[in-house]
């Protein structure tokens, strides 16, 4: 049976930036990813790349950022006054810290996720792009079983 949509497939797999080699995350035998194809939940290259393909395929490409995640998008981060933070009159200085995923909700009430880069005087920054915005991703890999759902 042939990877195609309305299929799922089991997936041993080992991400890595294209560039740097640096691992961002893998899966194992004991744990492999599980992923249906034809959903629109996948990107689309990746799913490109993997259809046609069968038990015991084995697989290696690369997806440029601007398919993947895109580009850094620098309109997505700024400075939010530390006041928005404040409940009670006061700031949890554990939660205002370099790193740390703040939830924001905009004007229309959508949710966004921030990561703050920076701690300022009266601010903080925060950067609403996709953690892997702006990377080539390397996917390496093992098809382990393919289902019809």
Known sequence: MKIEAGKTAIVKYTL???VSGDKIESTSNEHPAKFTFGTHQLIPDFEKNLMG???GDEFDFIID??????PVDNYAIFDIPLETFEVDGKIDEKMIQVGNIIPMTDNEGNKHLGKITKVLA???TLNFNHP?????LRF????????SN
């Open 16 to 18: 890595l930036n294209a």
């Open 65 to 70: 950022a601007k398919n993947a995640y895109g």
């Open 122 to 124: 009266n601010a903080v």
């Open 132 to 136: 892997l915005a702006g990377q080539n």
């Open 140 to 147: 390496i890999g093992k098809i382990i079983e393919i289902t």
């Open 53 to 55: 393909l069968s038990a």
